[in-house]
């Protein structure tokens, strides 16, 4: 009966020890606090928890609480993403995030990073510059190569030669060794009997 007892005070204190499991904030990007001099196009968070296919928001404000997010939130897993409009004011953004990984609460907070604008913002146009050709450096240079390829190939070529003389030393050597054991063994007999 005691053990009975024992097993059963055993099993509850088991089941009811399980840690919850809740999803936590693991990194944001970009990371909370940061001062950017390049604007971001896209603001991620990531969980410790996978998130469910719909439900999830994630939101950035401008300086003057203005939406600047391009609304494409994008699950991946663990992680969150929304695209961004082009940044053109400095000063402090806000990123609010809910994040709903199924069986937990949501996890829902916020974070701030701070984005120093240029004075002004231009699109760079690429405009071409003229290059000088070195064509006399490249000849020369593969010229040389060109050299070190017939050098090479006709060093190989003589490493054949010798190999093919050397092989057929060999095989004449091994010809008269045969010729003189045929000769020795078909060589009559001289002993009297």
Same mark, same amino acid.
């Given at each position: 009966?005691?053990?009975?007892?024992?097993?059963?005070?055993?099993?509850?204190?088991?089941?009811?020890?399980?840690?919850?499991?809740? @999803?936590?904030?693991?990194?944001?990007?970009?990371?909370?606090?940061?001062?950017?001099?390049?604007?971001?196009?896209?603001?991620?968070?990531? /969980?410790?928890?996978?998130? %469910?296919?719909?439900?999830? %928001?994630?939101?950035?404000?401008?300086?003057?609480? @203005?939406?600047?997010?391009? &609304?494409?939130?994008?699950?991946?897993?663990?992680?969150?993403?929304? /695209?961004?409009?082009?940044?053109?004011?400095? &000063?402090?953004?806000?990123?609010?995030?809910?994040?709903?990984?199924? /069986?937990?609460?949501?996890? %829902?907070?916020?974070? #701030?990073?701070?984005? @120093?604008?240029?004075?002004?913002?231009?699109?760079? #146009?690429?405009?071409?510059?003229?290059?000088?050709?070195? #064509?006399?450096?490249?000849?020369?240079?593969?010229? /040389?190569?060109?050299?070190?390829?017939?050098?090479?190939?006709?060093?190989?070529?003589?490493?054949?030669?010798?190999?093919?003389?050397?092989?057929?030393?060999?095989?004449?050597? &091994? %010809?008269?060794?045969?010729?003189?054991? #045929?000769?020795?063994?078909?060589?009559?007999?001289?002993?009297?009997?």
């Amino acid at each position: 009966m005691k053990l009975r007892v024992i097993a059963a005070t055993f099993a509850l204190a088991l089941s009811i020890s399980t840690p919850a499991h809740a @999803n936590t904030l693991v990194s944001t990007s970009p990371t909370s606090g940061s001062v950017l001099v390049a604007a971001p196009n896209a603001v991620s968070v990531v /969980g410790t928890s996978s998130l %469910q296919a719909d439900g999830n %928001q994630l939101s950035v404000v401008d300086p003057k609480g @203005n939406a600047i997010d391009d &609304g494409s939130v994008t699950v991946a897993d663990t992680s969150l993403v929304v /695209g961004l409009k082009p940044l053109t004011t400095a &000063g402090v953004y806000t990123v609010s995030y809910t994040l709903l990984a199924s /069986g937990e609460d949501p996890l %829902q907070g916020s974070f #701030t990073f701070v984005y @120093n604008a240029p004075a002004a913002i231009s699109s760079a #146009t690429p405009t071409p510059s003229p290059t000088s050709s070195h #064509t006399a450096g490249k000849t020369a240079s593969s010229h /040389g190569a060109a050299i070190f390829v017939v050098v090479i190939f006709l060093l190989g070529c003589a490493v054949l030669l010798f190999l093919i003389w050397y092989a057929r030393a060999l095989w004449r050597q &091994g %010809q008269k060794r045969k010729r003189k054991s #045929t000769k020795k063994k078909s060589a009559p007999s001289t002993r009297e009997e």
